[in-house]
């Protein structure tokens, strides 16, 4: 069983407020998260989706960013099955606060999974 997905970067772009990048996802039929979840018609859980695919790529890009403090606006809105080719956009937004990455989870146009996370600052992380 495969514990990764595979992924390609598509476009990268970076702006005064932030930083934006998507990757062509697939998802390996026998992905080790599916174990178990559920017989006959296996679907990719939520913490897979947002641990092992989004913040695994956020960590990648921006290693510079301190631990999730936050996961906002949260919404699955259609499963995702063996065997789907995604798309997965982050979007680091930078600015007085705290930093936020939007994400967003398509499969052929169609949102799956949409969300915020926050990230604690580098003083923060260190405190």
Not at 7 to 29: C, D, K
Not at 78 to 90: F, R
Request: proline share 7%; aromatic share 8%.
């Amino acid at each position: 069983m495969r514990d990764r997905f595979d992924l390609e970067l598509v476009r990268r772009s970076s702006s005064a407020s932030g930083e934006l990048a998507t990757f062509a996802v697939g998802v390996p039929a026998d992905l080790l998260y599916f174990a178990g979840h559920f017989p006959g018609e296996p679907v990719l859980p939520g913490v897979a989706q947002l641990v092992a695919l989004v913040l695994d790529r956020v960590r990648a890009l921006w290693p510079e960013l301190g631990e999730p403090t936050r996961v906002g606006r949260l919404k699955f809105k259609q499963p995702i099955a063996p065997g789907d080719a995604l798309e997965l956009t982050v979007e680091l937004e930078r600015g007085e606060e705290a930093p936020r990455v939007h994400f967003q989870i398509d499969r052929e146009g169609q949102a799956c999974t949409v969300g915020v996370m926050t990230f604690a600052t580098a003083a923060e992380s260190q405190a």
